[in-house]
C-alpha cells in the first residue's frame, strides 16, 4: 500500500506560482509512474501531468504545458508539481497519484491523495 498526501495548495493571484508537493509513504515512490490530475467545481477530474517511474518520461495537458513541471525526489519519496503563471482556470483540486503505466488515463493509477485546493484570484 501507498498512502499519498499533498501539501502546497493555496490562494494566488493570476500569474502567481505554487509549488504542490506530494509525500509517499509505505512504499518507495521510485517504483512507481506519478500523476497529478485536477477537478474543477461542477467538472470531472481530468489529467494534469505525468511523470516516468525513472524520471526519463513526462505527459502535460496542452492547457499546463510550458507553465507546469512534474518533478520527483525519490531520497525524499517526493513528487512536486511546480505551477507558474497560473491562471484563473487553474482553480481546482489537485490530486496526486501513483501507478505501474506512464498514462494519462486516471484509471490506471492505483494510489490516490486527498487532494488540495488551489484558488487563483483574477
Known amino acids: 500500500q501507498v498512502q499519498l498526501v499533498e501539501s502546497g495548495g493555496g490562494l494566488v493571484q493570476a500569474g502567481g506560482s505554487l509549488r504542490l508537493s506530494c509525500a509517499a509513504s509505505?512504499?518507495?515512490?521510485?517504483?512507481?509512474?506519478m500523476g497529478w490530475f485536477r477537478q474543477a467545481p461542477g467538472k470531472e477530474r481530468e489529467f494534469v501531468a505525468a511523470?516516468?517511474?525513472?524520471?526519463?518520461?513526462?505527459a502535460y495537458a496542452d492547457s499546463v504545458k510550458g507553465r507546469f513541471t512534474i518533478s520527483r525526489d525519490n531520497a525524499k519519496n517526493t513528487v512536486y508539481l511546480q505551477m507558474n503563471s497560473l491562471k484563473p482556470e487553474d482553480t481546482a483540486v489537485y490530486y496526486c497519484?501513483?501507478?505501474?503505466?506512464?498514462?494519462?488515463?486516471?484509471?490506471?493509477?492505483?494510489?490516490w491523495g486527498q487532494g488540495t485546493q488551489v484558488t487563483v484570484s483574477s
Open positions: 511523470l516516468s517511474w525513472s524520471g526519463s518520461s513526462t
Open positions: 509505505g512504499r518507495t515512490l521510485s517504483n512507481y509512474n
Open positions: 497519484a501513483a501507478g505501474g503505466l506512464f498514462t494519462l488515463g486516471e484509471s490506471a493509477y492505483n494510489y
